[in-house]
T-cell receptor, first 112, second 112 residues
């Protein structure tokens, strides 16, 4: 099992540009989560899906953020337009009904 | 609402000493509890989990935790730490199969 795969590992972009982060969950997992981690705010849950359906997006900071899960094996988190305060490490995690999360290695986003 | 509190933001210890990282949760219903470890520039890795059954849970790397319902605690322990245990540790809990609430993290630093 390759685990949860995130791409890219690092992303540097200019303010105002669109950024798309990608995640491939573990096959068979029915939950997918997007988290953001910063020194100031720790781990923040942005949105999560159950069986590809968004369940709770109350953590999405602004309308500039959107997430999709078109099928069970792929999800994207998009920021448009990006701002310097969006700089953080973004983690994707998947789980099978309560057995704990498996996290990806994260995408380190720097917006300059 | 479910909340998870890690009582220490930083814990310094010497190599081969015992360590306890404290975690308290708030809930009036059955809980699922987890400990994760994050090494620098990596994602979170599951150390151990409590879903039901025995209150003493053993995990990877010699760590264990005890679920104490009366004290609403789930403290993480290791009898003898190594330099390689230096990392950030997160306690997490949930009352449903999906969403977990994470604590703010405890940075464990093991000194030679």
């Amino acid at each position: 099992d390759a685990g949860v795969i995130q791409s890219p590992r690092h992303e540097v972009t200019e303010m105002g540009q669109e950024v798309t982060l990608r995640c491939k969950p573990i096959s068979g997992h029915d939950y997918l989560f997007w988290y953001r981690q910063t020194m100031m705010r720790g781990l923040e849950l942005l949105i999560y899906f159950n069986n590809n359906v968004p369940i709770d997006d109350s953590g999405m900071p602004e309308d500039r953020f959107s997430a999709k899960m078109p099928n069970a094996s792929f999800s994207t988190l998009k920021i448009q337009p990006s701002e310097p305060r969006d700089s953080a490490v973004y983690f994707c995690a998947s789980s099978l009904s309560g057995n704990g999360y498996t996290f990806g290695s994260g995408t380190r986003l720097t917006v300059v | 609402a479910q909340s998870v509190t890690q009582l220490d933001s930083q814990v310094p210890v010497f190599e081969e000493a015992p360590v306890e990282l404290r975690c308290n949760y708030s809930s009036s219903v059955s809980v699922y509890l987890f400990w994760y470890v994050q090494y620098p520039n990596q994602g979170l890795q599951l150390l151990l989990k409590y879903l039901s059954g025995s209150t003493l849970v053993k995990g990877i790397n010699g760590f264990e935790a005890e679920f104490n319902k009366s004290q609403t605690s789930f403290h993480l322990r290791k009898p003898s730490v190594h330099i390689s245990d230096t990392a950030e540790y997160f306690c997490a809990g949930g009352t449903s199969y999906g969403k977990l609430t994470f604590g703010q993290g405890t940075i464990l630093t093991v000194h030679p």
